[in-house]
Nanobody, 123 residues
Framework: QVQLVESGGGLVQAGGSLRLSCAAS????????MAWFRQAPGKEREFVSA???????DYADSVKGRFAISRDNAKNTVYQQMNSLKPEETAVYYC?????????????????WGRGTQVTVSS
């Protein structure tokens, strides 16, 4: 069983930055694929970024060049640095994990989820 706890959300002005953290329990964190998704009110959950055990990454086209996902296996933590935030990126951001070597953009491929952290970008 893996438990995920997100933190770092908040209110930021358009163009600002935030860094999200996701602390994971479990002894084999380093083997897990990790990802960030987001969900705005009335919209489906959408892929944002992912990282595998080799630190290979994937990003949604809309965040490439502005967001960066990273992991610290010693701290069992994955991060997402978000720069140049836009009002339309206001959403609850979720951390997800799966005991897989592959990274995926599909929510159904992740077995474990955190409760999410709210990110609000004001215009």
């Amino acid at each position: 069983q893996v438990q995920l706890v997100e933190s770092g959300g908040g209110l930021v002005q358009a163009g600002g930055s935030l860094r999200l953290s996701c602390a994971a329990s479990g002894r084999t964190f380093s083997n897990y694929a990790m990802a960030w998704f987001r969900q705005a009110p009335g919209k489906e959950r959408e892929f944002v970024s992912a990282i595998n055990w080799l630190a290979m990454t994937d990003y949604a086209d809309s965040v490439k060049g502005r967001f960066a996902i990273s992991r610290d296996n010693a701290k069992n933590t994955v991060y997402q640095q978000m720069n140049s935030l836009k009002p339309e990126e206001t959403a609850v951001y979720y951390c997800a994990a799966d005991a897989s070597f592959k990274i995926s953009r599909h929510p159904s491929d992740y077995a474990y989820w955190g409760r999410g952290t709210q990110v609000t970008v004001s215009s």
